[in-house]
Structures are given as structure tokens and as C-alpha cells.
């Protein structure tokens, strides 16, 4: 059914098979395709080295370990984070499932948070106020879409109140600087700016959660011996080919993107982009339609364009997640900016592949359905 949208909401931008063969020669020629081979060796040390420019304010050497998926980088960071058994952990009730999955399935207890009105996300204030309600042992911020954190933020709510932070870029690849307190997981999928296939990045500056993560990926082996749990959430030297001749390619990707955004801009306005659209290229673009989400999806569903409603229904109303805590605002623990923006927010196409002619017809679409 997708393939016969008239103008897809989301194309992955991968490098072609010309561009990523030179990588497969040389694992072929090594005949190494697993377990933290050549290729994925210079993968992590060259993220290293690429986030590590995106964070001049970052003086420490910063350790990037590669994984299967983002998801399976946050499932073995709260393994490996020294948190108590069944930890209360804050999440935004607005992000992908993933996010409060990864907390769950450690067996800790995952708490929804309601979001900023403006951002759309889990801020300090939020978690301050949450605190007030009941104890957390950690936060989960999202940068949600792929617009970025303030991580000196976050750093100083961790640094006041001892609750531990850990932070789900997993779209703002090129966007997230990270911050020597921090840690932060990218993912790598398909469908993400910097897109490999499969693959996630846990960055830290700590050697020590660095190497546990690492070890735990790979049956938690140690001298030939399993000295914990672990589980096989490495990544394979195919990905780190894909990742490599990405690495090449990305500015041009991102200013590909940064071109489609612009005219976005240009036929809509700023008004109803998120704040910082003016500033990043997101991963997803969302619009805000002031409460007539349903008939700008109708409209733009009628003239086949494919529109995606990125992360509605909310986490809260998900059956995986029926009577989940909710850290409320005020008393009557409700989340409502998170329902007040179902109604709002739309996901529109946003890929490399739109033509200014795609941009003006969707942007045609709303005009006819908002004005």
C-alpha cells in the first residue's frame, strides 16, 4: 500500500551500493563480519571523533559503542547503570514506544511525564515537579523529533538532585552535543537523518559504562567466560560498512534536508514548526494545526499523501502500558499538553526526495484546510 502513495511521508536516505561496496571488499577480504570487527572498530572511533566536534564545550574524551539498535543500547545501558531493582524511571508520555520499552523490560517501572507546551518536551521543571510527587531513581528525556536537549541543563538537574540522566537522541544524530555527565543513545535505523539499516550508539565519557555495555552485548564474555547475563546485541560489520559510507555523505544529506525544510518554511511560515526548526534540521516534521489535525490528515489522506501522527495515540493509552504511573500536573493526574497535541500535531513528508513541487501541493493541502 505505501508504494502507491503519491508523495511518501518518510524515504530513507542510505548510502548506494557503489558508495558502500569499497567497505564490504575490505570485510570480505578480512572475512570478518562479526563480533566487534575492523570496520566496526573504525565506526565507533570515528563517531567518537564526529560527535566529539558537534560538543566543543565537552573537554572529556568522550567512548561511543555501537549496537543492533538503539533500543538494545538503552535495555543494556540500565543493566549496566547500577540502578535498583525495579527503579522508578521518568519518561515522556509523548515519544516511540521503545523508549518506555526499554525501561520496562529491565524490570524497572517506567513513569510517564506530561511535556512542555512549547518543545514538546520532558524538561528539568517537569522532573523537578515530578519529584515533588513521589521519588525517582531516574530521567529519561527525549529529544523528541530530533530536536536537541539542553544537556548543561539536564547535567545541572543531576548534579542537584542525584537522580542519574540518560538521554534517547535516538533522531537528533547531528543535532544532540553531548555533555561529559550525560550519556546519550542514537539510533542508526533506516529511517533516521544518519541512517545505517539497524544500529544504535550509546556515548559516554565513563570507560568503565562504556566497556560493561560492550561486554554485555557480546553474552557478557570476559576471558571466554560469561560473568553475567549478557545478551547478542552487537552490531554487524555490514552496518558498520553502511555507517562508514554514510560518515562521507552526510553533509550532504543534511543539506539536502536543510533544503526541503526551507521550503517548507517558505510555503508555510515559522508559526506552526517547532521552536528550534529555525536553528536544526528534525528528523520528523511536525505541524502544528491549532486543533484541526484530523481534517488536515483527511485532506492531505484524500490527495494521497502519505501524513504520519508521530507518537499518537500517546504512550498512556498504549494496552502495553495500561495503569502505568503518571507523574501528573496539579492534581489531577492527567497529562493534558500530551492530549492537547493530538489534536494538533500532524507528521508531514519530509525526505530528500520531495521536489518543490511535492512541498507546494502539501502545502496547498493545509492551506485549504487551516486558512
Not at 198 to 222: I, M, P, Q
Not at 232 to 243: L, S, T, V
Not at 280 to 287: A, D, E, M, R, S
Not at 303 to 319: D, G, M, S, T, V
Request: proline share 6%.
Amino acid at each position: 500500500m505505501a508504494d502507491e502513495w503519491k508523495i511518501k511521508c518518510l524515504v530513507p536516505d542510505l548510502p548506494s551500493a557503489q558508495e558502500v561496496l569499497p567497505y564490504l571488499e575490505r570485510m570480505d577480504s578480512a572475512r570478518w563480519y562479526s563480533n566487534f570487527g575492523p570496520l566496526v572498530t573504525e565506526f565507533e572511533a570515528r563517531m567518537a571523533d564526529f560527535i566529539a566536534q558537534m560538543s566543543p564545550t565537552c573537554r572529556t574524551p568522550l567512548h561511543t559503542v555501537t549496537f543492533s539498535s538503539a533500543t538494545t543500547a538503552l535495555e543494556l545501558y540500565f543493566r549496566a547503570s547500577g540502578l535498583p531493582d525495579g527503579a522508578r524511571i521518568l519518561v515522556p508520555g509523548l515519544t516511540f514506544s521503545a523508549t518506555a520499552a526499554s525501561v520496562a523490560i529491565t524490570g524497572n517501572t517506567p513513569v510517564f511525564s506530561d511535556v512542555d507546551p512549547d518543545t514538546w518536551d520532558l524538561t528539568p521543571a517537569i522532573a523537578r515537579a515530578a519529584l515533588e510527587k513521589g521519588p525517582l531513581d531516574a530521567v529519561l528525556p527525549v529529544a523528541i523529533y530530533g530536536y536537541p536537549l539542553d544537556m548543561d541543563a539536564w547535567a545541572a538537574f543531576e548534579a542537584e538532585t542525584g537522580v542519574k540522566v540518560i538521554v534517547d537522541a535516538a533522531a537528533a544524530l547531528g543535532n544532540q552535543h553531548v555533555h561529559a555527565d550525560v550519556p546519550v543513545i542514537f539510533s542508526l535505523h533506516a529511517t533516521k537523518p544518519f541512517g545505517v539499516g539497524e544500529g544504535g550508539l550509546l556515548v559516554t565519557s565513563d570507560a568503565a559504562l562504556a566497556d560493561k555495555c560492550r561486554r554485555l552485548s557480546n553474552f557478557a564474555f570476559d576471558d571466554g567466560t560469561s560473568r553475567a547475563i549478557g545478551t547478542n546485541a552487537k552490531m554487524a560489520e555490514a552496518m558498520a560498512a553502511y555507517g562508514l559510507a554514510q560518515i562521507e555523505r552526510f553533509p550532504a544529506v543534511q543539506a539536502r534536508r536543510r533544503e526541503v525544510l526551507a521550503a517548507y518554511v517558505s510555503a508555510l511560515g515559522t508559526k506552526h514548526f517547532h521552536p528550534k526548526t529555525a536553528d536544526y534540521v528534525p528528523g520528523t516534521l511536525l505541524f502544528d494545526t491549532e486543533g484541526k489535525a484530523d481534517a488536515v490528515e483527511a485532506a492531505l489522506t484524500s490527495a494521497n499523501i502519505q501524513i504520519r501522527k508521530w507518537y499518537f495515540p500517546p504512550l498512556r493509552e498504549h494496552a502495553a502500558f495500561r495503569g502505568a504511573d503518571i507523574a501528573g500536573q496539579g492534581v489531577s493526574n492527567e497529562l493534558p499538553v500530551i492530549e492537547s497535541l493530538k489534536s494538533r500535531l500532524v507528521g508531514l513528508p519530509f525526505h530528500a526526495f520531495l521536489s518543490d513541487e511535492d512541498i507546494s501541493h502539501v502545502a496547498d493541502c493545509i492551506r485549504k484546510t487551516t486558512v
